[in-house]
């Protein structure tokens, strides 16, 4: 499997796949591809593409709102670096946290909805906070082809296809404020997408992210529970099975 | 075009914890009350699936739109001000029952000291201990004389609590007993003690038990859910207005609420206002509602707003000193707290309500001596346990990255390990800390924004290093393994949150040179306007403000009932 299709979990399935490529009229010969369907497939468009799960097959919800595939890919390998997987349970990557980013960006959070957003616009001291006229889709867009391009300076390769060393090295150019991006700070940016991953992480199931609680169970954070008044006095810790607020829905 | 409706006794300008009091108060007495509120109308079973951090404490669900309304900032006169574009130090109310649906219920009475906080000072200290331009000054009413209206406000919404040896006198026990002490509240309240201090159970609207309270009001005992600041209450045990004033006010027939209703001006003539001016926000109708007595009780900041759109009062003038609306601005100096990482222990952090903890008074008010210090007042200093959402809490020990490998084990293993002692310090008044109008920025109407003109001084600066001194001590007391003080104090950033406890801007006061209030609330230059909320505070305690704003609400309705018996100035 080459590297670039383990982190491209967007066709789950090679009928998927086909059925994609069938109906866009394209074919694929021995030809090169190229533009969009090229990206999408990768190198080695015959070996079996990565799947998360039976869950994550049957999940309608891991399927993108907003992103382009390419924005979707950035923000995974990017989100994994936050968030990464190891010892205590799964990383970003598993718990689809990129889709959970995907969604939110696509709701009125992504365009500010309940932000105020009428100008003059000028400059400001830090302790007034963010003053760009900037989105969240347009901060985005912006942040996550500085990633791209910033990759592709320092090392000659998509963010996609750096080392974990060299990811981390990128990431860190943008906390610490290396990076020139337009209408905003890279910090601002790497702070935005760090937040936004944690949340993620943590948010209940039903925005995309958390796959199967996993977030919650690392931490040991018991989730939605109806009353805590028989354990509020324990003196030892109670772990309790977590329940989504899903529980509360009959399907 | 502008509708005239019928005219009532009296309007309310939006229904929170201020409102709803008032109308429940108004209407037992048989007079009608209209209350116009901007959100929407909210109902106990619309938290019945609420538990959900992103939506109501990351995305402010129940928070005022501010695509429509916002305040602008600036630390002082040389700055520009700009809007607040996101939410971060403050959260504002909106809908039926304002913030008082999603506050956490912490419940105290300021203490005598504030009342009469400079001739106090003076006394003990000398005139020069008060900076020449600290504008601290008495409120025209003391302890003593509020006492019954504390009384009034914990007894309607059942607090729960224990005798404070450090607090004014009362004349009543806490209607309910202290919620139930987690592990940490204990071990805060035995360091506290090993230590020579006063601990106490934080006073807390969370409700103990299940509570009938005087208008025959029955609520259930809280879950300790863990959902509870910045949410509604499912179960109801939490006071808020929408459970407790509101549909007592209704029973009796006297209350029409008017939801999506947005006043934006108060009409007035000669020394009277006649009614508000107000706005359908769905349909976009204009409507006039004439009142014999207009009370505002929109929060500090649209009170202080509405007045000077209005043109009602004088507005405050920071070179003159002159003028009183928008004068005496100030906040909650939450600082010096310490943070405590226990590697022995796990505790069950996710559970907890908005009001759990305990606390200690010793170093609060006047209850210390200032002498030696170079700051007056002082700080509740308290742990709370709220319930740790997972999304908002990712303690790690200093130097630990914020984020990758190392993060994300250490946030995790101190998930249930870490405890937080904060000081929740007073907060002084200064001649060049104010409230305006923004000559910028508008609302949805095209009124203009307020302007907060706000910083931190060297009184907050020292009060949080001695602060920190203390949180640190009492945390080292009990055990922790690491721990860390943040005692630094910058200037004032309205991008983390700290507290929705902006005071001042409509102060109370025996002076109308000095005062826009007298002890009723009522405003000195519009005898039947009235203007009760934490806007009337001339400085701030080490407290949270509901408590003495629920007491001075039940003030300002004894005072509207007078007017309108007796009409005139009430003092
Ligand atoms: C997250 C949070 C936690 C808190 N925790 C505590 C605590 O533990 N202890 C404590 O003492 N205090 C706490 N508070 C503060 C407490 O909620 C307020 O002190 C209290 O609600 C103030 O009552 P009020 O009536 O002045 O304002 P609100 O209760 O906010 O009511 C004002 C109402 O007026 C409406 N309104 C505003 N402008 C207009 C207009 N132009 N036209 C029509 N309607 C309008 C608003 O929509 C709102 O419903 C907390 C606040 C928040 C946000
Ligand atoms: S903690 Fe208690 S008062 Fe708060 S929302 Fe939960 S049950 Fe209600």
Request: proline letters at 5%; glycine letters at 10%.
């Amino acid at each position: 499997m080459s590297e670039q299709e383990k982190k491209e979990p967007i066709l789950d399935k090679r009928s998927s796949r086909r059925t994609f490529i069938k109906n866009s009229g394209l074919t694929v010969g021995g030809i090169v591809l190229g533009g969009a369907l090229g990206s999408l497939l990768g190198k080695d468009s015959t070996t079996e593409t990565h799947v998360h799960s039976e869950a994550t097959a049957s999940n309608a919800n891991v399927a993108l709102m907003y992103f382009t595939p390419n924005q979707y890919r950035i923000t995974e390998a990017a989100a994994e670096r936050i968030f990464p997987a190891d010892d205590n349970g799964p990383g970003a990557k598993e718990l689809l946290v990129a889709y959970y980013i995907d969604h939110q960006l696509a709701s009125g959070w992504g365009t500010g909805a309940k932000e105020y957003t009428t100008g003059p616009f000028f400059p400001a001291e830090s302790t007034q906070g963010f003053q760009s006229s900037l989105n969240r889709q347009q901060i985005f867009e912006i942040g996550l082809n500085a990633f791209e391009n910033h990759s592709l300076k320092t090392y000659e390769k998509s963010f996609t296809e750096l080392s974990e060393d060299e990811q981390i090295a990128i990431l860190t150019d943008f906390s610490e404020g290396k990076v020139e991006l337009k209408g905003m700070t890279s910090t601002y940016f790497f702070n935005l997408f760090r937040s936004t991953t944690i949340e993620g992480v943590y948010a209940d199931p039903l925005y995309g992210g958390n796959k199967d609680m996993e977030g919650w169970k690392m931490k040991n954070f018991p989730g939605h529970q109806m009353s805590y008044v028989d354990i509020i006095e324990k003196e030892e810790f109670v772990k309790l099975e977590p329940m989504a607020l899903n529980s509360q829905h009959n399907h | 075009m502008v509708k005239t409706l019928q005219k009532t006794d009296v309007v309310l300008v939006g229904v929170g914890w201020t409102g709803g009091i008032l109308a429940a108060e108004l209407t037992k007495k048989g007079y009608k009350v209209v209350g116009l509120e901007r959100g929407k109308e909210r109902k106990t079973e619309d938290f019945l699936m609420g538990h959900d951090e992103l939506r109501y404490a990351q995305r402010f669900e129940m928070m005022q739109d501010l695509s429509k309304e916002t305040i602008t900032f600036r630390n002082n006169e040389k700055m520009r001000a700009l809007p607040m574009r996101q939410y971060g130090s403050f959260l504002l109310g909106d809908g039926l029952g304002g913030s008082g649906s999603h506050w956490n219920g912490m419940t105290f009475r300021f203490l005598p000291y504030d009342f009469q906080i400079k001739t106090l000072t003076e006394e003990r200290y000398g005139k020069n201990k008060i900076p020449q331009n600290m504008t601290i000054q008495d409120w025209g009413i003391t302890y003593d004389e509020l006492e019954p209206y504390f009384d009034k406000f914990e007894m309607m919404a059942g607090i729960s609590g224990e005798e404070n040896p450090l607090g004014g006198p009362r004349s009543n026990p806490y209607p309910t007993k202290p919620m139930l002490a987690p592990l940490p509240a204990k071990m805060f309240i035995e360091s506290s003690k090993n230590l020579g201090l006063n601990p106490i159970m934080i006073p807390s609207a969370n409700l103990s038990e299940s509570y009938t309270n005087p208008d025959g009001i029955s609520r259930a005992a809280c879950q300790y859910c863990g959902f509870c600041e910045k949410f509604g209450c499912e179960y109801g045990a939490k006071a808020d207005p929408v459970v407790t004033v509101i549909p007592v006010a209704r029973q009796t027939g006297n209350l029409e609420v008017r939801t999506h209703s947005n006043v934006v001006e108060i009409l007035h003539e000669g020394n009277k206002a006649t009614g508000v001016r107000y706005i359908d926000t769905q349909t976009g109708e204009e409507f006039i509602q004439p009142a014999d007595v207009v009370a505002i009780t929109s929060y500090v900041l649209n009170n202080t707003r509405l007045l000077l759109t209005s043109k009602m009062g004088k507005p405050y003038d920071p070179k003159t000193r002159t003028g009183v609306i928008g004068k005496n601005y100030a906040y909650q100096n939450e600082g010096g707290n310490t943070a405590g990482f226990f590697d022995d222990k796990e505790f069950n952090l996710f559970a907890g309500t908005g009001a759990l903890g305990a606390c200690i008074d010793d170093f609060n008010g006047d209850n210390f001596d200032h002498t030696s210090l170079n700051f007056i007042h002082g700080a509740n200093i308290a742990m709370s346990l709220t319930g740790n959402r997972p999304i908002a809490n990712n303690s790690v020990r200093p130097g630990t990255p914020s984020w990758g490998k190392e993060f994300k084990a250490e946030s995790l293993k101190y998930a249930n390990r870490n405890l937080y002692i904060y000081a929740q310090g007073g907060s002084m008044p200064y001649a060049h800390h104010f409230l305006d109008l923004d000559p910028t920025y508008k609302d949805q109407f095209g009124n203009p924004l307020l302007r907060i003109t706000f910083d931190w001084e060297e009184q907050d600066r020292k009060m949080n290093e001695f602060m920190g001194g203390q949180t640190s001590k009492i945390m080292k007391e009990m055990g922790a393994t690491d721990l860390v003080t943040y005692s630094e104090r910058g200037t004032y950033d309205i991008v983390p949150y700290q507290s929705t406890h902006n005071t001042g801007g409509v102060i109370m006061g025996d002076n109308p040179e000095t005062s826009a209030l007298n002890s009723y609330l009522q405003m000195w230059d519009f005898e039947n306007v009235f203007v009760p909320g934490a806007s009337a505070f001339p400085h701030n305690s080490g407290y949270n403000p509901t408590g003495t704003v629920g007491a001075l609400s039940y003030r300002a309705a004894e005072g509207i009932d007078k007017y309108l018996k007796n009409g005139g100035s009430l003092v």
